[in-house]
């Protein structure tokens, strides 16, 4: 192993190590079960929200009318080709109602990590395409619109 690979590696190890030191919940990919791994994050996303949702797993934004907003204006650009304009399902499924292909989506860790990781079908790892808060951001904006029984809403527990 010649000494730049041997960096590298070193620096991927430290990289994940440093992200796990951080998070207090455990991030998997929604297919795989695998840990998601952050270094792939879009730069930008390390905010002071995506921080707290690191230790809580609940997402800060639910609750903030202006970070809705910036979630519908993302949501709009990111996910409403697949999704519908409204959530309501076009080629990928509804979001706005209590039925959840991916059980863990009624949490915010669960959605979170479908959003980063991605899904089976057509739904990639949006790591590429979003950062963490502009997740987070759309996420938001998902759960101000649910319009399923409330006692299935685990991210209002």
Same mark, same amino acid.
């Given at each position: 192993?010649?000494?730049?690979?041997?960096?590298?590696?070193?620096?991927?190890i430290?990289?994940?190590?440093? /992200? $796990?030191?951080?998070?207090?919940? #455990?991030?998997?990919?929604?297919? /795989?079960?695998?840990?998601?791994?952050?270094?792939?994050?879009?730069? @930008?996303?390390?905010? #002071?929200?995506?921080?707290?949702?690191?230790?809580t797993?609940?997402?800060?934004?639910?609750?903030?009318? !202006? =970070?809705?907003?910036?979630?519908?204006?993302?949501?709009? /650009? $990111?996910?409403? @080709?697949?999704?519908?304009?409204?959530?309501?399902?076009?080629?990928?499924?509804?979001? $706005?109602? #209590?039925?959840? /292909?991916?059980?863990?989506?009624?949490?915010?860790? @669960?959605?979170?990590?479908?959003?980063?990781?991605? =899904?089976?079908?057509?739904?990639?790892? !949006?790591?590429?395409?979003?950062?963490?808060?502009e997740?987070?951001?759309?996420?938001?904006?998902?759960? #101000?619109?649910?319009?399923?029984?409330?006692?299935?809403?685990?991210?209002?527990?």
């Open positions: 192993m010649n000494m730049k690979h041997l960096l590298s590696v070193s620096a991927l430290m990289a994940l190590m440093s /992200t $796990a030191a951080l998070a207090d919940i #455990d991030l998997r990919n929604a297919i /795989t079960g695998m840990p998601l791994d952050m270094s792939f994050a879009k730069k @930008g996303g390390n905010t #002071d929200a995506f921080k707290e949702f690191l230790k797993g609940k997402n800060p934004y639910n609750v903030d009318r !202006q =970070a809705i907003e910036k979630g519908h204006d993302l949501y709009m /650009t $990111a996910c409403s @080709g697949c999704h519908g304009h409204e959530a309501e399902g076009k080629l990928g499924p509804g979001l $706005a109602d #209590d039925y959840w /292909t991916y059980p863990a989506n009624a949490t915010d860790k @669960g959605l979170f990590e479908v959003l980063f990781g991605g =899904a089976n079908g057509m739904m990639g790892p !949006q790591y590429v395409n979003l950062n963490t808060d997740m987070l951001l759309i996420m938001s904006w998902i759960r #101000d619109i649910y319009n399923g029984d409330p006692k299935k809403a685990k991210w209002l527990k």
